[in-house]
């Protein structure tokens, strides 16, 4: 670790100044916990959030050089970087405010601009690197950690700079989600401004001289491919996702990348006690008077449920729910048939009831619509269960926003869904649920799953990616299970496991269910086996999730592996400069 002390981290979200998903979650998590170790530098597209006082006042951004990407010319194009800092780690941010770059400033991320947000983005950091290595040389990486295809261009142009002006770099591509994305070489060469030279690469345990042009040829321009075979080292967040899953990195991209590709599980800080303290902070007075606690020591899951369920989820902040994009905000705020209200709103639920909760992006990926599929069966049981949908909407996920909220509309004594952030409630609604429902059609690791056991709440996953790897099936590990793991797209199955935990739950705060035909339901025979030995089992699937996230999904697990990931990179990136 000695011979390498300064890491790039090159994304386009990062938590804390912009997230769209658990990537954002992972380029700040990890930059936090390495600049423990390393200097790390968060180098990312500003997509507008300089502009906002809240976020310049967190980073303390200061103007750090403009530079012009085509000077003399018509449309010189001028980028301003502006750096800050995110804990311990440096964050610049690449911005400009000129026609023809506005991409960079686009509140949609991931929107329709994406393509001309890519090139500007590689162009610009290439100028960043030739900047430092002119003015301040203590600034040059020694690794480059791109993180997904979007900032594929990037590393390259990255290393293509340090490498004319005779610096070494050791390069990590790391994959978080395959989407096979494409490029031609006009726009890669041309647009991103990479150029076509002899250097080497690492396949097969081997370094072989190649041109840019002979590696995009033999990727077939498939930018995720290209960043695998120009890293020293690829990179995904599961075991599964890596090589066993029917759609792996391995099998997609090729086999000769397995000498030099690994793992880095994502990880999460949430913990038990401080989520009770945040909930507490800000819902205790709220609490006592609704439900007319005189103890607040006496508080139980039971109760935070109903006040989620019959008063918090309808009566959000002003602000609340929170939707950056503006025409995603449009719509969303236009649906108002009930339980929707008009303006992100939704109606409390009347009852309360055992609670099935999900989280995340809208997504096909997710299987938003087969929890959907599971509600019939689900009800069929428990007439009484809640189903909540706490979802983000993005840039291209306009029809099936509108097509989920027909369903809660149909399932309007059972399922609601809030479209957007609604912090206050976000940590509350996972203390107060019974499980948690991952049904996701693949999923490379599962940052919600982690976050769900850590506040001990059992998690029903598809068994894919890395849910497969979170989750200990009650089936197969019993007593120190903490979920059920199903088969993909299969709503069936997924509403007996889901019910099943629900009622596991319900006899567990009133064990006198126990000797009701209610345990009749509980399908999953080991599972209703244990209950009926110890009518508290359900607890013991609580505590078991939060023990296994403290014992291997914590970013220091994540940050430990990642310095491992950092020297084999480095060794590498040796062998392969001995072969030019």
Not at 459 to 475: W, Y
Request: some cysteine.
């Amino acid at each position: 670790m000695s011979e390498f002390k300064n890491v790039w981290m090159l994304g386009f979200e990062a938590s804390n100044v912009v997230k769209v998903g658990g990537l954002g979650e992972v380029v700040y998590n990890l930059s936090r916990v390495l600049s423990d170790y390393l200097n790390v530098s968060i180098i990312m597209p500003s997509h507008g959030v300089h502009k906002s006082e809240k976020i310049r006042e967190l980073l303390r951004l200061e103007k750090f050089v403009t530079f012009k990407l085509w000077p003399g010319a018509i449309d010189e194009l001028p980028i301003i970087v502006e750096r800050g800092k995110l804990n311990n780690a440096n964050v610049y941010l690449i911005e400009s405010d000129s026609p023809g770059s506005e991409a960079l400033n686009s509140s949609a991320v991931y929107g329709p601009e994406l393509k001309d947000k890519v090139w500007l983005f590689s162009r610009s950091v290439r100028k960043l690197a030739e900047h430092v290595i002119k003015t301040d040389t203590s600034l040059v990486p020694h690794i480059v950690h791109a993180h997904d295809w979007h900032s594929v261009p990037a590393m390259i142009a990255v290393k293509q700079v340090l490498e004319d002006n005779n610096f070494r770099v050791a390069s990590v591509f790391h994959i978080h989600l395959l989407t096979g994305e494409k490029s031609t070489w006009k726009y890669f060469h041309d647009s991103c401004g990479l150029e076509d030279k002899v250097h080497a690469i690492i396949i097969n345990s081997e370094a072989q001289k190649v041109t840019l042009r002979d590696v995009w040829f033999r990727c077939k321009g498939r930018l995720e491919k290209i960043g695998s075979y120009e890293s020293d080292i690829l990179v995904t967040v599961s075991k599964g996702f890596l090589m066993k899953d029917k759609n792996s990195v391995l099998k997609t991209l090729g086999v000769e990348l397995k000498a030099k590709s690994s793992y880095i599980y994502n990880g999460t800080d949430w913990n038990y006690n401080d989520a009770v303290k945040n909930v507490m902070n800000h819902h205790a007075k709220q609490i006592v008077s609704y439900l007319k606690l005189e103890d607040l020591n006496r508080l139980e899951r039971r109760h935070l449920r109903k006040y989620l369920l019959t008063h918090a989820i309808g009566n959000l902040e002003m602000n609340e729910p929170l939707i950056n994009d503006g025409n995603i905000r449009n719509l969303v705020y236009s649906i108002s048939d009930f339980p929707f209200l008009g303006n992100g709103k939704i109606a409390q639920f009347i009852n309360d009831g055992p609670l099935v909760l999900m989280t995340g992006r809208v997504s096909i990926q997710k299987g938003i619509d087969i929890l959907i599929d599971a509600i019939p069966k689900i009800i069929e049981v428990l007439p009484e269960a809640k189903i909540l949908m706490l979802l983000l909407p993005v840039w291209g996920s306009e029809e099936l926003v509108k097509e989920y909220a027909r369903y809660a509309v149909q399932f309007k004594d059972n399922l609601r869904i809030l479209y957007g952030i609604a912090q206050s409630i976000y940590q509350l609604a996972y203390l107060a649920s019974d499980v948690y429902a991952a049904p996701s059609r693949w999923e490379p690791f599962g940052i919600m799953a982690i976050e769900a056991l850590a506040l001990g709440t059992p998690v029903v996953a598809s068994k894919v990616g890395g849910l497969s790897e979170i989750i200990l099936d009650i089936r197969e590990y019993g007593e120190e299970a903490n979920g059920i793991l199903v088969k993909p797209e299969n709503p069936k199955e997924l509403s007996e496991a889901i019910t099943s935990i629900l009622i596991a739950s319900q006899i567990s705060e009133k064990p006198e269910l126990l000797k009701t035909e209610l345990i009749d339901m509980i399908t999953i025979r080991e599972l209703r086996e244990l209950v009926v030995s110890n009518p508290a089992f359900y607890n013991k699937i609580r505590e078991n999730g939060m023990k296994r996230v403290d014992e291997n999904f914590r970013w220091e697990h994540s940050a430990k592996k990642a310095l491992e990931i950092y020297t084999i990179a480095y060794k590498n990136s040796t062998q392969r400069y001995a072969k030019l």
